[in-house]
């Protein structure tokens, strides 16, 4: 992040916007995290754990989708065999300016009760 995105002023490197004030830590901790889910995922490839590999490349991309994790949650897709998945992010690496929100992708949001049918 090299600009607040509240104010647009230039990046310090601090917590707060030194213009705005805006607590700009919670993104850096996302950041944080989303890294830290992307190192998971590659280490339980190494080991052939792909369940977990999946896990953690899914919320490694939810966090913050940089190339580098749609590629893994993509890889990871594949290889727990969600073929609908992989292409979609295959379409989101090829694509990324053309679908404005990839995380509203039917394909694995659960899909929503039946409320009418729930309320007899
Ligand atoms: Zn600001």
Known sequence: MKRCPTCNAKHSGKRICHRCKTDLGQLFDIKAMAAAHTAKA?????????????????????????PESIKIFACAALLNKKFDLAFFLSNVIRNEDKITSPTMHHSFR???????AQKS
């Not at 590659?42 to 940089?66: E, G, I, P």
């Not at 659960?110 to 009418?116: G, T």
């Open 42 to 66: 590659n280490a339980a490839y190494k080991v052939d754990n792909f369940s977990r590999m999946f896990y953690h490349a899914r919320r490694s991309y939810s966090l913050c989708q940089t």
């Open 110 to 116: 659960p899909s929503l009760p039946d409320l009418k």
